[in-house]
């Protein structure tokens, strides 16, 4: 099956700085991708989605000058947390739709744990 | 909007014992429907998905869930526990059938399994 990967798959890193996951599609072309956040214990929440080549739409609460999301080609998108806080320390999962595929299945990246100290 | 609901954030069975996940969802349109797992510290892994056709699906590890359009209702089911099914299931539903529209998630059910 298609796969996704996520890099890197854990980071730690100091207050103020800024932190940038990288998601790609590696055997299939993916047009469309999405990032998601998920706290401990809990579900995934979708922060936004990734169209390659134009702006990213983001979900009712996320910051966009904060998740910046680049998705400049057809394999590989980006988020990157600026100026991350302790309170964005939470597990990033992203997802990408292959158009290839018999009902446009999306296949999930294994996650990026982040840790803001 | 669309929603999911599953019941019970916490099952706990007893080892080769009826597992049973229950979800519901709420879509204006027939849904895709999915099962996830998820061990710790680890992303998703897709057990099985309901597109069309038979609503009896079959996936991995033994796991198969139901559609039921009008209870509007996912279950997922398993005839005997294993210890290695202990971890985070998620049921999650596509309202559209078009390929930019992301999933949305129930908030899971962590299912333990005692010897």
């Known amino acids: 099956g298609a796969v996704v990967s996520q890099h890197p798959s854990w980071v730690i890193c100091k207050s103020g700085t800024s932190v940038k996951i990288e998601c790609r599609s590696l055997?299939?072309?993916?047009?469309?991708m999405f990032w998601y956040r998920q706290f401990p214990k809990q579900s995934l929440m979708l922060m936004a989605t990734?169209?390659?080549?134009?702006?990213?739409?983001?979900e009712q609460g996320v910051e966009k000058d904060k998740f910046l999301i680049n998705h400049a080609s057809l394999t590989l998108s980006t988020l990157t947390v600026t100026s991350a806080h302790p309170e964005d320390s939470s597990f990033y999962i992203c997802?990408?739709?292959?158009?290839?595929?018999?009902?446009?299945?999306?296949?999930f990246g294994p996650g990026t744990r982040l840790t803001v100290l | 909007a669309q929603s999911v609901t599953q019941l019970g954030s916490h099952v706990s069975v007893s080892e080769g014992a009826l597992v049973l996940l229950r979800c519901n969802y709420s879509s204006s349109v027939p849904p895709y429907l999915f099962w996830y797992v998820q061990y710790p510290n680890q992303g998703l892994q897709l057990l099985l998905k309901?597109?069309?056709?038979?609503?009896l699906v079959k996936g991995i590890n033994g796991f198969e869930a139901e559609f039921k359009k009008s209870e509007t209702s996912f279950h997922l089911t398993k005839p005997s526990a294993h210890m290695s099914d202990a971890a985070e299931y998620f049921c999650?539903?596509?309202?559209?059938?078009?390929?930019?529209?992301?999933?949305?998630f129930g908030k899971g059910t962590r299912l333990s399994v005692i010897a």
């Open positions: 990734s169209n390659e080549g134009s702006k990213a739409t983001y």
């Open positions: 055997d299939f072309q993916a047009t469309t």
């Open positions: 997802s990408a739709r292959d158009g290839g595929a018999s009902y446009n299945e999306q296949f």
């Open positions: 999650a539903v596509r309202p559209s059938r078009s390929g930019n529209t992301p999933l949305v």
């Open positions: 309901y597109t069309t056709g038979a609503t």
